[in-house]
């Protein structure tokens, strides 16, 4: 049996150095936010114009295009807001210099969507740690059990956030709705490894005294750690692979996810357990 618990101090620190960096990403970096977040307009333009001529009529009317990206037979902008007279008149000077230029597709998206869809997901994200932390204090009939879950979850959203701010930085990753997809996934995988570790930690030991808790835990965590391995280096395996070989559009939302396997992966045996085992010591006092 190997005494994880032993270290979970150095657990606790190295944590605390990955966080501390998320954070300061965050607070000076900040996030390439998609028009989802922003407002702007989605276009698909069919032409036989270059790069370099479609964005000089953009140019030309000062909007600014986002992102811009060539498929087989026409492009797909991401641009600022645009009112219909902008867009008529963009169309009008697409045809001055291609007579079969056209429009295939737009679609406005409002500020004021964008806003509600961001009161939307943070509503979505309360109400899955409120319902995590009541599902597992039922369960478990414990709320210490339940804490410890949402502490390590919360912990692994929070490195999530971080590490994405730093690649959306260094490699223009985009703060969309996938993003968020992938931080409520995360806590969904967080919980699931983290519950897997506590019904071992029941099964062996009462809660009524601290007699033998780290033990238990230690013996926990040395049973279930090749399962939780093994069980998230399929899923790390796959999810590497379609960053590898999978389509631009799903990359980030892949990657996003494959930071929230591997931070939960690690956060389940060595934040949830050490902080319940911390966490009962303490109420048993």
Do not use: C
Not at 216 to 238: D, G, Q
Not at 248 to 260: D, R, Y
Request: aromatic share 14%; no cysteine; net charge positive.
């Amino acid at each position: 049996m190997i005494d994880f618990i032993k270290y979970k101090f150095w657990y606790f620190a190295f944590s605390l150095i990955i966080i501390v960096a998320g954070i300061y990403a965050i607070f000076n970096w900040g996030y390439n936010y998609s028009i989802e977040f922003t407002g702007g307009a989605k276009l698909n333009i069919k032409t036989k114009l270059n790069q370099d001529n479609l964005k000089a009529v953009f140019t030309a009317e000062n909007i600014k295009i986002r992102k811009l990206r060539k498929t087989a037979d026409q492009y797909n902008l991401e641009t600022n807001y645009l009112t219909e007279q902008q867009l008529e008149k963009i169309s009008q000077e697409l045809i001055k210099k291609d007579k079969q230029a056209e429009i295939v597709g737009s679609e406005i998206i409002e500020a004021s969507f964008s806003q509600d869809l961001k009161n939307k997901m943070i509503i979505a994200t309360i109400l899955a740690v409120l319902v995590i932390l009541i599902y597992i204090a039922i369960s478990f009939k414990s709320f210490l059990f339940a804490l410890s879950a949402v502490i390590a979850a919360l912990h692994d959203s929070i490195i999530l956030f971080g590490v994405y701010s730093i690649l959306s930085k260094y490699f223009g990753f985009e703060f969309d709705s996938l993003f968020l997809t992938a931080v409520l996934t995360t806590l969904s995988f967080s919980v699931h490894d983290t519950i897997v570790v506590f019904d071992k930690i029941r099964e062996y030991h009462s809660l009524k005294t601290n007699e033998n808790l780290e033990y238990s835990a230690n013996k926990a965590l040395t049973e279930t750690m090749v399962r939780s391995l093994n069980n998230s280096m399929t899923i790390i395996f796959v999810l590497t692979s379609l960053i590898i070989f999978g389509g631009s559009t799903i990359k980030h939302f892949i990657t996003a996810l494959l930071i929230g396997t591997i931070s939960g992966t690690y956060s389940s045996p060595f934040i949830a357990v050490p902080v319940f085992v911390l966490l009962q010591k303490f109420n048993n006092r």
